[in-house]
């Protein structure tokens, strides 16, 4: 499954449908004897990330994940969301390859209990991560994204949510 894209070039603007339900795919602590539960569900204009977070086992994580279905323009250097969450911690997670156990890149951000955030990166705002741990890995170029995802591992067990959409590549003026 695959995520859409629709282009406007007046705006210089990609922006990413996330309201298809069967495009998203979670990857939870189970992979590793956790039991950590999430889902992902959609409305006509958002999609919201939850469940259950749980420490038990030695997990700790959940994390939802799509792949893109067009390439990001070089040009494009900047990544826009808008999140309404929990107050908790999440990481935005871009993959460079279309591998479900590599290297990602993470953007650590905070969620407003019930407000909605836009939230602007640049590539360079990412770490290369690999479970957890910082790794060596080529600096992020966005043109080269191929999976976009949320991830919870802030070791708060309990229920979590996080509303995305609005989620666009840009092209910004220098």
Do not use: C
Not at 124 to 146: I, M, N
């Amino acid at each position: 499954m695959t995520a859409s894209f629709q282009a406007n070039a007046a705006e210089q603007t990609i922006n990413f449908d996330v309201t298809t339900p069967t495009i998203w795919r979670t990857v939870n602590d189970t992979v590793m004897g956790g039991i950590s539960q999430s889902t992902v569900t959609t409305d006509p204009t958002s999609a919201t990330f939850s469940g259950e977070l749980s420490l038990e086992r030695n997990g700790g994580f959940a994390s939802t994940r799509t792949q893109l279905t067009v390439t990001v323009p070089a040009t494009h250097n900047l990544i826009r969301i808008a999140v309404k969450g929990d107050g908790r911690q999440y990481q935005l997670r871009l993959r460079t390859d279309e591998q479900w156990d590599a290297y990602a890149y993470s953007k650590v951000f905070n969620t407003k209990q019930g407000q909605w955030l836009q939230l602007t990166f640049k590539a360079q705002d990412f770490t290369p991560v690999y479970r957890g741990r910082e790794v060596d890995a080529p600096a992020l170029k966005l043109s080269q994204v191929k999976q976009i995802g949320f991830l919870l591992a802030d070791k708060q067990p309990g229920a979590f949510s996080l509303t995305f959409k609005d989620i666009s590549f840009n092209r910004a003026e220098e």
